[in-house]
C-alpha cells in the first residue's frame, strides 16, 4: 500500500514536474528557485527564457514595471527549523533592495505572523518598512485570524477591504484582486473563498475589458496542488470560471513554502517561497509542517518573487530569488 | 480547561441518577475492550490525531497535547467543544458528560480530522 500511494505522489509530481504541452494543450512546468528561468506566454506560445540581473531602468511611464510577492513570514516562529525568522524577512528586504529594478510595491500572500499576536505583525510592519517599495498590500493567512476570526487582522490591514478582508486595485493597467480563503473552514475540505466572496469577485470583473490583465493572490493555492494536505481551494474552480474571459491571468499564492508553477490556458499559477522555513515537496514526508534543513542550507530555500510585467506582452514573468 | 457543562443542569432529574449510577460503576470495568473511565489522551503529531477514534466511558475527561512545531486546534464539527489555539505542548481538555459520538477537526487544518465515542 505504501508502495501504490508512492507511485501515486511520484506520477502527481512527474505530472508537476512535465514541461512539455500536454495532450489537452496545458503548459506544466516547475519554476525552480535561484535559477532565474521564466515561463511567459507570449502570442499563446510559452516562451522560457533567462532572466538578465540587469533589465534597464523602467522610465516610469511606458507601462513596465515590477512588484514582489513575499510570503509566510510566520513572525514569532522560533522552532529549530528557523530560530531567527526576523533575520531572515530581513535578508528578503535586503533581496528586495539590491534589486536592479527597484519593485513599485510588495505583496504579502499571508501567514504574517505565527500565531495572531499583536506584537508579531509589528515587527513585520516595522521590517517592511525598511524596503524600497513603500505599499504593502496584504491577504491573511490561516496563522494571521487564529482564535478571532480575523477581527485583529482587519483591524490593521482592513482600510479599504471588503467582507473577511478581500479587494482589488489597478496598478498602470493590470487589475490586482486579493482574496481570502482561510475562513470558515470546513472539517475535511480544502481552503475556502464563500459564495459571498465569489459574488463580489465576479461583479468585480465584469466590466473590465478583455485585454486587462489580471493578478489575482491569496494565501492558499487557487488550484489543487496536493489535497492530501489541504493544498488547494474547494470553491477556487468558480473564481477562475469569471477570469476566462481574460487574456492574461496570473495566481499568486504562498502556503506551501515552496515554488511551482502551473500554465493552464490563458492561467499561470505560481507559489513563493516562505521568507521563514520550508516546507516538504506534496507526500515526501509524514506531513506538511516545517522542513529542518542544514543551518547553511535554509536561505536557499527561502525567498521572494519578483514579477515582472511587460507591456505589449500582455505577460507578466515571474522570478523566484533564494536569499542566498 | 473550564468545560461546559450547562446543559447537565436541564437534564431531568431520573436522567441524572441515571448518570450518577453510571459513573459510580465504571471505574470497576476491567475487561480490555471496555472503555477507560476517567481519562484519556490525544496526541497531535505529524498532522494528526491519535488514536484518530477514541472510545471513553461517559463522564472522561479527554486532553488533546499538540506535538507538533506548528499550531493546531481541536474543533468540533457539531459545535459542541472548541479549543483555543494550541501550539507546541500546549492541551486541551474536555469532559465528555453524554455518550454519542463526537466527530471533530482542526479549524486550520482541516484535512485533521477524529472521532471521540462516548458510551
Ligand atoms: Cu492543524
Redesign the interface.
Known sequence: MADKNQGLIDQKWHELNDDGVDRRGFLKCMAWAGTGLVWTMSGGIPVSRAFAKNTGKSDGKDGDFSFVQISDSHMGFS???NPDVGATLQAAVDKINGLAQPPEFLLHTGDIS???KPEQFDTVDQILKGASAKDVFFVPG??DV??DNGKSYLERYGKNVQGAGWYSFDKRGVHFIGLVNVLN??????GSLGAEQLEWMEKDVKHLKHSTPIVVFAHIPLWTVY????WGTEDSAQALAYLKKFGSVTVLNGHIHQTMQKVEGNVTFHTAMSTAFPQPQPGKA?????MKVPAEQLRSLLGITDVNYVRGQHSLAAVDSSLE | MKRTSTWVASLALPVMVAMLLVLAGSPSVTANDQPSAAAAEVKIDNFSFGPQTLTVAVGATVTWTNRDDIPHTVVSTDGVFKSKVRDTDEKFSYTFDKAGTYPYFCSIHPKMTGTVVVQ
Do not use: F, V
Open positions: 522552532k529549530p527549523a505565527h500565531l495572531t490561516e496563522h487564529l482564535d473552514l470546513k472539517s475535511g475540505g480544502l489535497p492530501e494536505w489541504g509524514d506531513s506538511p509542517g516545517p
